[in-house]
């Protein structure tokens, strides 16, 4: 079964960088865009990055912009988010996803069918 593992969250302090990690396992990585959202208790998961299969379109929340970076490598089936500078607001749950068929608006959390576990990101003093 096609799945998504995500690793590489933690605590760290202000200003501090963390690169997380997504391997997506059981089917061809290649063909699926991929995004990662975050989520504090309480509210709907935020998108915040997305790449697509070619590596042609990258997209980043206003929020993260010039922060974080999203990159990925076919051959090992891995997507990662690298965040700098990072700040208490940052705190959440970070997921990878996949979509086959994302479409115009990378922001759509259906768009994605295959969703990671979650990594915590806590960004505290």
């Known amino acids: 079964q096609f799945q998504l593992v995500e690793s590489g969250g933690g605590l760290v302090q202000p200003g501090g960088s963390l690169r997380l990690s997504c391997e997506a396992r059981?089917?061809?990585?290649?063909?699926?865009?991929i995004g990662w959202f975050r989520q504090v208790p309480g509210k709907e998961p935020e998108a915040i990055s997305c790449?697509?299969?070619?590596?042609?379109?990258?997209y980043y929340e206003d929020s993260v912009k010039g922060r974080f970076q999203i990159s990925r490598d076919n051959a090992k089936n891995t997507a990662y988010l690298e965040m700098t500078n990072l700040k208490p607001e940052d705190t959440a749950v970070y997921y990878c996803a996949a979509s086959f068929a994302l479409g115009s608006d990378w922001r759509i959390r259906t768009k994605y069918e295959t969703w990671g576990q979650g990594t915590q990101v806590t960004v505290s003093p």
């Open positions: 059981g089917s061809s990585f290649v063909w699926y865009a």
């Open positions: 790449i697509s299969t070619s590596d042609r379109d990258i």
